[in-house]
């Protein structure tokens, strides 16, 4: 990505469409990960105006209760909450496992939480890198056990799986992701936490357009969507009160609810559902060139496959 895509994508135009433009969601059942903070709060709680059925999925019962509280006086409708760590794969499996006791279906789903440089010592509970473990084989294991409740969303549908990746999937040396970085050793501590985040958003994009194409062959009746939300303020940096994180918080970031504008339009606009990634704001646009790879793609899947078999 040069220099001036770079500055492009951070200073989009003006957004066309927003929040109050989603139709009705009455009767939706929606599921948000990371629906307690940032990105996620906001898009929470522009689907509660909506009337939509909103579980946020979350590691802290306390913090998504209080967000919970929150947002009903905010919205007048009460969002429930689904215990989720997408870095245990054991309790992913526990958690969707307890969310198809409680609903039969899926309208929407969000698989937006996500960590941005963790110390470069976090893994997994199953030993993976924590940014990659965490966004996408948490969120793969997740998205397998749920996608039988997506199939069967009533018409007229179809059910979406939107995943909040970012513009830095461009940001990966080389532009593919290596494999030998999942796992901790001396390739991973090389590439760096930037890169590491990066090849994970770049993976999250993978896995959506090969869904979106393997339920399209199907018949399936689900579309996947992958987008950049923009930069915006959020508790991500919440860590990292460095100079630099403040002046990137200065120069680059938006107001969080700038955050719901994407994830909402790519959920619930009638006209989304033809696009497979989206920029800021609720813009059409291409992913990297290897994103689209078919045969990378298809290598990805298969490798979380075997990642994942023991917990399906
Ligand atoms: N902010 C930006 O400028 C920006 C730009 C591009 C992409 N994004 C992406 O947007 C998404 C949301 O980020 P944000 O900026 O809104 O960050 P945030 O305010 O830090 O929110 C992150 C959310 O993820 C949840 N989470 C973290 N680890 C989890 C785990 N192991 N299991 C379950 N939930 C977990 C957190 O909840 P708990 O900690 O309570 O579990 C929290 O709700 C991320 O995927 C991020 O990469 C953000």
Do not use: C
Not at 97 to 125: C, R, V, W
Not at 225 to 235: D, K, R
Not at 275 to 284: E, G, S, T, V
């Amino acid at each position: 990505m040069s220099f001036l895509q770079w500055v492009q994508e951070s200073f989009p135009p003006p957004p066309t469409w927003q929040p109050e433009d989603a139709p009705d969601l009455t009767e939706k059942v929606v599921l948000v990960t990371g629906g307690n903070a940032g990105i996620g709060r906001e898009v929470t709680k522009a689907l509660l105006k909506k009337n939509a059925k909103v579980y946020i999925a979350t590691r802290s019962a306390n913090r998504a209760q209080e967000t919970i509280e929150a947002l009903a006086e905010e919205t007048g409708n009460k969002a429930e909450f689904l215990q989720l760590d997408l870095s245990d794969l054991a309790k992913v499996r526990e958690s969707a496992q307890a969310f198809s006791k409680l609903e039969s279906h899926i309208d929407i789903l969000y698989l937006n939480a996500g960590i941005m440089f963790p110390p470069i010592d976090a893994l997994t509970k199953q030993g993976y890198d924590l940014t990659f473990g965490t966004s996408v084989i948490g969120h793969h294991l997740f998205l397998r056990l749920l996608y039988p409740l997506l199939v069967a969303a009533p018409t007229p549908g179809p059910a979406r799986v939107v995943w909040t990746s970012s513009f830095l999937h461009h940001q990966v040396p080389g532009g593919r992701i290596n494999y030998s970085t999942f796992t901790d050793g001396p390739e991973r501590r090389r590439m760096g936490l930037y890169a590491l985040y990066g090849e994970a958003k770049l993976a999250q994009i993978m896995l959506s357009v090969y869904l979106a194409n393997r339920a399209k062959e199907r018949g399936e009746g689900v579309v996947s969507i992958a987008l950049h939300p923009g930069n915006i303020s959020t508790e991500i940096f919440r860590d990292k009160q460095t100079w630099y994180m403040r002046l990137w918080h200065w120069v680059f970031e938006y107001p969080t609810p700038y955050g719901a504008i994407t994830p909402l339009y790519a959920g619930t606009a009638p006209e989304a559902v033809e696009h497979k990634y989206l920029r800021p704001w609720a813009r059409p646009g291409s992913p990297s060139r290897v994103a689209l790879e078919v045969k990378e793609q298809e290598k990805l899947w298969s490798w979380l496959e075997d990642q994942v078999k023991e917990y399906l």
